[in-house]
């Protein structure tokens, strides 16, 4: 079965980088998009980004839009999300998610999510 694995969470000063992977297993990588969102405590969970399968197109919710980049390497069957400038509402879980829609943005509209890696960003 479908398989994400991320990792890259963990501390940070605002204003600081954290780059974000997530390998997939037991899925035909090339064929699907690929997402990060995020769930803070107490919220649900958002849409942070995606990339269309070819890596021809992506988009951003308005937070991130100049300071997070999503790319991928389909011969590794990885996604990778770099975020830069970090705030302390960048705060969260956040999960990669493979999707058969290109550039989806709602949860529903994802197949398979991996169990997620903590990102903390201190003020």
């Known amino acids: 079965q479908a398989l994400l694995v991320e990792s890259g969470g963990g501390l940070v000063q605002a204003g600081g980088s954290l780059r974000l992977s997530c390998v997939a297993s037991g899925l035909a990588f090339s064929t699907y998009a690929m997402g990060w969102f995020r769930q803070a405590p107490g919220k649900e969970r958002e849409f942070v980004g995606a990339?269309?399968?070819?890596?021809?197109?992506?988009g951003y919710a308005p937070p991130v839009i100049g300071r997070f980049t999503i790319s991928r390497d389909n011969s590794k069957n990885t996604v990778y999300l770099q975020m830069n400038r970090l705030k302390a509402e960048d705060t969260a879980v956040y999960y990669c998610a493979a999707s058969l829609s290109a550039i989806a943005r709602k949860v529903e509209d994802y197949a398979y999510w991996g169990q997620g890696t903590q990102v903390t960003v201190s003020s």
């Open positions: 990339i269309s399968w070819r890596a021809s197109n992506t």
